[in-house]
């Protein structure tokens, strides 16, 4: 692995590290956001309207009745056969029920119904009601069509259901007694004109007696034969007419509203609020541009030792000074504190320094001087209360007085 590898994972790390810690730091912000937020979320939850379902499944048939149309053959019948043999696919069906044709009734009820309470219902459109209410599938591989109703007015459910479900079966049922009462006009013109032709051929057959008119005269009486057979056939058709669907369930309400339940709005809410504030608590440290953690400072100071004064346990930092000065016999301690820490922690310092009768040794300065071989130089920062554009000014103070830092000692926040 190459140096800028090696660094560049270094830096990642510490980024996550920087960014856990920072989160860390802000862990009572964030979740009191979140706190807030959930019952922010709750409370609304409690005001919105529910929305309830209901639903039906039909089957379609994707066939007409039977005919037997394919038993004209003749020419003259090509037009026939396309009328009574012509079949209704699924697609065609599911949009027959979705088309205004048929669901402009059932709006208008909606309408009627609504406006009641909300007059502002009346500017809904239609489409826009179909597209947010009614939820039409078929399911795969099936002729089995589902259709499902949501509304927030859990008593207008199933009327509406009802409502589709009658005026489906009486607009598919009547599209097909038309098609077979145009079939059956269609048959008995072409009957009436070949019972005159039949005649006509077979009394000419009669009168010249040639084979041509004989065979002519065959013809035109087994074309009439045909269409009295399919006409016979097309009024058995009619009187069995069945619905082209079957209701295999009722149009049924459901126990439970749909969409999303209370608890989870409650739990958006709180989700959004401890989203909204890790990004506050990442864009307000970004914002101060302050240094929080003492690995931080390691990494601006790579080549200095680092002691943190946890005035919690004074025995340590007491401690770490006798053993500086008992290393360092020939040399004094000099703590600069560059960025005016406050009086109080200033204070505690001196007085473990002069409690401990270091002070002859141990000296506290808030300004840089030129460098001094005799003196162990040591910075003095508090975390959280400075910044890395303060420390670029500090290291460039260091530069110019050639100042050589032995070490960092870290307050913590």
Do not use: C, H
């Amino acid at each position: 692995m190459n140096n800028n590898t090696r660094e560049s994972l270094i830096n990642s790390d510490i980024d996550i590290y920087y960014l856990y810690k920072i989160l860390l730091k802000k862990k009572i912000l964030i979740s009191s956001l979140a706190f807030i937020s959930f019952l922010i979320a709750s409370l609304i939850s409690l005001t919105l309207k529910r929305t309830w379902e209901g639903r039906f499944e039909i089957v379609i048939s994707n066939s007409e009745p039977k005919n037997d149309s394919n038993l004209i053959l003749n020419n003259n019948l090509e037009g026939l056969r396309s009328l009574t043999s012509k079949r209704n696919n699924l697609k065609t069906e599911i949009g027959i029920i979705q088309s205004p044709s048929v669901l402009m009734p059932i709006f208008n009820y909606v309408v009627d119904q609504k406006i009641k309470e909300s007059p502002n219902f009346k500017n809904k459109s239609f489409f826009s009601w179909r597209n947010s209410s009614l939820d039409i599938n078929l399911n795969k591989d099936t002729s089995i069509l589902k259709i499902a109703y949501k509304d927030q007015d859990k008593e207008l459910i199933l009327p509406v259901l009802e409502k589709i479900s009658n005026t489906y079966k009486d607009y598919s049922t009547q599209k097909k007694r038309n098609s077979i009462k145009s079939t059956l006009i269609f048959l008995e013109d072409q009957i009436s004109l070949y019972k005159v032709k039949s005649l006509k051929s077979f009394r000419k057959a009669q009168k010249f007696a040639i084979a041509e008119n004989l065979r002519n005269a065959n013809r035109d009486q087994l074309t009439l034969d045909k269409l009295e057979d399919l006409y016979t056939q097309t009024k058995f058709d009619q009187a069995k007419l069945k619905d082209p669907w079957k209701l295999i369930t009722t149009p049924t309400l459901l126990k439970n509203p749909v969409g999303r339940s209370r608890k989870t709005i409650a739990l958006l809410g709180a989700f959004m609020g401890l989203i909204t504030g890790t990004i506050y608590s990442l864009w307000d440290a970004n914002k101060k541009d302050k240094i929080f953690f003492d690995f931080q400072l390691i990494n601006l100071f790579p080549n200095n030792s680092f002691f943190k004064l946890d005035f919690d346990n004074e025995e340590k930092i007491i401690i770490f000074l006798k053993d500086l000065i008992l290393l360092n016999p020939k040399k004094d301690i000099l703590i600069i504190d560059l960025l005016q820490i406050s009086d109080d922690l200033k204070e505690k310092i001196k007085q473990i320094i002069i409690k401990n009768d270091m002070q002859s040794n141990i000296k506290i300065d808030s300004e840089l001087k030129n460098n001094d071989e005799s003196k162990l130089v040591f910075l003095l920062f508090q975390l959280g209360e400075i910044t890395y554009k303060e420390i670029d000014e500090i290291k460039s103070r260091l530069n110019l007085y050639k100042t050589n830092i032995y070490g960092i000692l870290m307050i913590p926040e």
